[in-house]
């Protein structure tokens, strides 16, 4: 065995690192189980521990040749879905109109849940537990100004940076087209609070001043579903968001996904005219990467403005 792999599951170690990775005598890697390993040995009778090593060394064996099975599995399908995604996209009416569209963006979206489920007492009674708790601490300040710590201040602030570059009416374009197809994949994260903060609630009482206690907290409960998506956000239903976008959380209203800031970088940055969507099953990168788990679902082109 070369003097550079690990004595126990044989995976090659960096010539700058032997010298101090040594157990009695021998080169280990920094995997605890190959230390705990060599550590025995003092107290196994020698045939046993070099049986013993033997199992060890099989074992990694068997399990390089499964992740490299699996890379290799993983990399025909990301070939293969390339070769249907480009055949989908040939395959639209709009791409006869042009050849230009032969250097389309190709993006992939997964697919959200969209099983809904009578929104129970349990999950209710959270959601009434931390909107109470949110506009509580909203009603403590005068104005959301005031606010220096909040999760949604982050949001915010990049919500104004987008509005001091006008790029906020073309990204809420793309998101409303990438959106509607994706249906909330995102929107799992929300769970039973929504990300509503205290400076959600603050920013609501800034535009309706006449509002009080109570009416914050009716008006978010005479939104809640009676039926959500299952593992997902209380306010997310099969026709998108219960809640209007001035009641959403600012996570919520300027989250930005990677097939949205795609969509955005080729629209803004590189001046193409248009992008292609395509949600499948399951994203490529899945641990069983084959026909079934990543078949296509839906697809569509996204434009970066509405066509007249």
Known sequence: MPLTQCYVCEIEIPPAQANYQQINGRLVCGSQSCRHFLLREAGVPRSLFLAQLEIQRAMHREKRREEMDNKRKQQQRIEQEAVENLKLLQSLPEYADTTSKTSTPIVTLPVANTQCEPLSKARRDDYLQHLRQVISEAMAFSNANEISEDRNLDASNLLQQRLAQNNDEATQHICSQVCALCKGYCCASGKNHGFISALTIRKLLDQHPEWGVNEVLNMYLSCLPTASIEHS???????????????????????????????ESAFLQQGVEEVFAVKRAQLNDADLPNAENSRVVDYQLIYPKKLS
């Open 233 to 263: 956000c209380v306010n997310h239903t099969a026709k998108g968001c219960a809640l209007s976008r001035e009641m959403r959380s600012d996570i919520c209203n300027n989250y930005l996904c990677d097939t949205v800031l795609a969509c």
